[in-house]
T-cell receptor, first 114, second 109 residues
Framework: DTAVSQTPKYLVTQMGNDKSIKCEQNLGHDTMYWYKQDSKKFLKIMFSYNNKELIINETVPNRFSPKSPDKAHLNLHINSLELGDSAVYFC?????????????FGEGSRLTVL | GQNIDQPTEMTATEGAIVQINCTYQTSGFNGLFWYQQHAGEAPTFLSYNVLDGLEEKGRFSSFLSRSKGYSYLLLKELQMKDSASYLCAVYTGFQKLVFGTGTRLLVSP
């Protein structure tokens, strides 16, 4: 049983399109995240949610809109895709407080914008 | 701002010992974490240090000096499967884990 699962694994799309990535965790964690890993493998936090509430929005363009319907799910919708959005997007979850540094990652969703 | 630096790439031989350094300057510190990421896969948690000193976990150990803003990951008895990227990360608090640039380790026979 996969702990953190995200779909789809691969997206290839044209500039200007809208796309969504879904994430679910069955670990019972309160906190979920979206991270972006660019071509240089730099992993950067985008958003974090604690119990459906937005905690961190790391100066991400408005075109990116996360949604957490419940604490086990965190989806990411991206409008008007740009070339620079091409990256691997990782969903992750953790327990709160000190244990929040121990993240459990999903397999990643590789987005390619043409 | 947040600054976490690691060497970009390192090479080592099977059976050897390698030390991957990490220096950090962050607004807030609540722990130093190390992750391993194989090519095409998700990062996985390896170890963490909150207090100064060495934490040992099998073939892997991690050291922290908070006054120097410095950590290292020590890998002993290197195996081919240890070829991966190693990511240093600082938990700054409020559910925020900031990653360094990562070190790609290549282990050769």
């Amino acid at each position: 049983d996969t702990a953190v699962s995200q779909t789809p694994k691969y997206l290839v799309t044209q500039m200007g399109n809208d796309k969504s990535i879904k994430c679910e965790q069955n670990l019972g964690h309160d906190t979920m995240y979206w991270y972006k890993q660019d071509s240089k493998k730099f992993l950067k936090i985008m958003f974090s949610y604690n119990n459906k509430e937005l905690i961190i929005n790391e100066t991400v363009p408005n075109r990116f809109s996360p949604k957490s319907p419940d604490k086990a799910h965190l989806n990411l919708h991206i409008n008007s895709l740009e070339l620079g959005d091409s990256a691997v997007y990782f969903c992750a979850s953790s327990q709160p407080d000190r244990a929040a540094g121990e993240l459990f990652f999903g397999e990643g969703s590789r987005l390619t914008v043409l | 701002g947040q600054n976490i630096d690691q060497p970009t790439e390192m090479t080592a031989t099977e059976g050897a010992i390698v030390q991957i350094n990490c220096t950090y300057q962050t607004s807030g510190f609540n722990g130093l974490f190390w992750y391993q990421q194989h090519a095409g896969e998700a990062p996985t948690f390896l170890s963490y240090n909150v207090l100064d000193g060495l934490e040992e976990k099998g073939r892997f150990s991690s050291f922290l000096s908070r006054s120097k803003g410095y950590s290292y990951l020590l890998l002993k008895e290197l195996q081919m499967k240890d070829s991966a990227s190693y990511l240093c990360a600082v938990y700054t608090g409020f559910q925020k884990l900031v990653f360094g640039t990562g070190t790609r380790l290549l282990v050769s026979p």
